[in-house]
DNA sequence: CCGCGATGTCTCGACGTCAAGAGAGTTGAT
DNA sequence: ATCAACTCTCTTGACGTCGAGACATCGCGG
């Protein structure tokens, strides 16, 4: 089945047929899946009234294990924002009571964000659905089809998560 | 090599043993690698003194052919933002002349968007631009490793693209 | 023990996006 | 002709993000 990128690139083709737009077929396929899956997570999410930064930061803490607590600086690594973003994203999941800041007691610089028990159970729900989700859409692949995407996928991220680019 | 979601992935199986997130190794790649994407282009554009959003909106109108000229409602779909957003964007690069805003002659709702020559060139110069760039993130992948990449990908966009979804 | 660069978090202003709705124009049925 | 439903673009206000810089603290070298 033809989908916009194969529009896309055709039109490239008759417009400058002097280029090599082979990149496209990859990259720009990534770009716009993401915006779909952005999307598509959105509406999952706000099932549990949810959005998605709010799922990002929940699920970051959760995955750390207990106590469920990580620095504003290891949060903002994970989830590929800036500092003031995070400042302004854990004010307000502590308005919601989903997260508490608590003092670093072994740096007085620092902070910790903690999950709280309904922020648990939230990140837990959401979790549960963004999965029934992805998989409806990966449902158009088999089983080894899927496990090729990601070898392939994961060739392309590394150098960008293992170098500090 | 591993990348980080790998690390995710382990995460959750740790903390979270009873659930499959195998789906997490495709999306989650996806949406990460497109961030990172983002900030690679955000670069490689400012050496045009284009913004990303410039450059989509630019080519866009480049790849329509001559005479370069597309309704924001065409802008609007070819993007994926809202209307709002696109007369925000057409007004800016219409105050940088790289755009011009006509009426239409068959519908006096309407009103076609065209490039000018400045806009023309600059689309070309960025296009180029991104092209090598991509190229090199690309560098990793063989060619058949390139096509199947895109053949794969293709099929989880082929759903979004064509529904009306 | 002191000084100084590095580090961690937060503040602030500018900016781009979205969602909802208004206004103008078009279309087709009566 | 006329009217209602529809389409297209733009307006508005709220919101989230970014980038730069402020401020406190840490920790290493002299």
């Known amino acids: 089945m033809e989908d916009e990128v194969d529009r896309l690139v055709a039109a490239w083709r008759r417009e400058r047929p002097d280029l090599d737009v082979e990149p496209l077929e990859v990259l720009s396929r990534v770009s716009r899946l993401a915006r779909h899956l952005d999307r598509a997570r959105r509406l999952a999410f706000s099932e549990h009234s949810l959005e998605p930064w709010e799922f990002d930061v929940l699920t970051a803490l959760r995955r750390a294990g207990s106590p469920y607590q990580l ?35 072994s740096d007085r610089r620092g902070v910790l964000v ?10 837990d729900q959401a979790l549960a659905g963004l999965l029934a989700q992805e998989r409806a859409i990966l449902g158009e692949l088999s089983s080894a089809q899927r496990g090729e995407l990601a070898a392939l996928l994961r060739q392309l991220t590394a150098p960008f998560d293992n170098v500090p680019g």
């Open 71 to 105: 620095s504003p600086g290891q949060l903002l690594t994970q989830t590929l924002v800036t500092s003031g973003t995070m400042t302004n994203r854990i004010d307000r999941l502590a308005k919601k009571g989903l997260v508490e800041r608590l003092p670093d007691p």
């Open 114 to 123: 903690r999950l709280t028990d309904v922020g648990r159970d939230r990140a």
